[in-house]
């Protein structure tokens, strides 16, 4: 791997050299590259103890000064191309400041084109959307409900994947032993259900929670209509999907056995 790497800083353009590969191979080009990394490898790794796990344990209690001293090869090379990477990590750290100070500038440049506020871009920050349970027609004379069921799953259910399913979750089924988790509308375990939330990609995980700030499923995707959604939100058809918080924990506790994960959570 480290042979490939080198490979490919031999060939980076003139404004993208690395020095210290360039002054390890002595500025060769080509054929002959392969011939100084080839070299430049069998120094590296005839002059280093790095390879003895005891020795690398020894190394952490070294100091800095103490751990150049021993003049060991891989971290002799390392170090200089850390002096590189520190300049790269300046100027980095210049352009990002730099940047800092213009965004908002940027910003104010959008809303004044938008005439008005923007829609918030996702930035690492926590935040919060809202919208119903909802089922959707695609086309005409066919229409999706907003929730499915374990019956769903079991209906499906080929032995392949993608729709394969554990046994001890047929079993589940054929028995009827639903407990707390059975919804009384349903007459059975709720699976998914779909939502108007407008999501995207780094989404799947998101709790969704009701009125009353309860916890009631997870967003895991999108119906094959929200593809577009990143670009156009279309309220007649796109949904997230999310699964019910009801089969999480009727898997966690009917299927798995999970019961000491269960009063971790302190679930009621």
């Not at 499906?156 to 509308?185: I, M, N, R, V």
């Not at 799947?204 to 593809?227: L, T, V």
């Amino acid at each position: 791997m480290l042979k490939y790497f080198l490979m490919r800083a031999v060939d980076l353009p003139d404004n993208q050299r690395i020095e210290t590969v360039d002054a390890a191979l002595q500025g060769a080009r080509g054929p002959e590259a392969e011939k100084k990394i080839d070299a430049l490898l069998d120094g590296l790794y005839a002059g280093t103890k790095l390879g003895s796990p005891e020795e690398r344990l020894r190394m952490f209690d070294l100091s800095r000064e103490d751990l150049l001293k021993a003049g060991d090869s891989f971290v002799d090379f390392a170090v200089a191309l850390d002096k590189e990477a520190k300049t790269l990590e300046d100027r980095e750290k210049t352009m990002q400041g730099a940047l800092q100070r213009l965004s908002p500038r940027l910003m104010e440049a959008f809303m004044l084109w938008k005439g008005g506020n923007l829609y918030p871009d996702a930035n690492g920050t926590m935040r919060l959307t809202y919208g119903t349970a909802k089922g959707y027609s695609p086309r005409d004379a066919v229409s999706y409900k907003y929730i499915t069921s374990l019956a769903g799953v079991v209906e499906k259910y080929t032995g392949e994947d993608p729709f394969d399913c554990p046994k001890e979750l047929l079993a589940l089924h054929e028995s009827l032993d639903f407990g707390a988790y059975e919804d009384a509308e349903l007459g059975d375990v709720p699976v998914d259900f779909l939502s108007t939330c407008d999501i995207t990609g780094g989404n799947s995980g998101s709790p969704i929670m009701n009125g009353k700030g309860e916890c009631i499923g997870a967003a895991f995707d999108g119906n094959y209509e929200s593809i577009s959604s990143d670009y156009l939100f279309i309220k007649e058809t796109t949904r997230s999907i999310n699964v019910d918080s009801r089969y999480i924990l009727f898997i966690m506790d009917k299927m798995s056995g999970a019961k000491r994960l269960l009063d971790e959570m302190k679930v009621r």
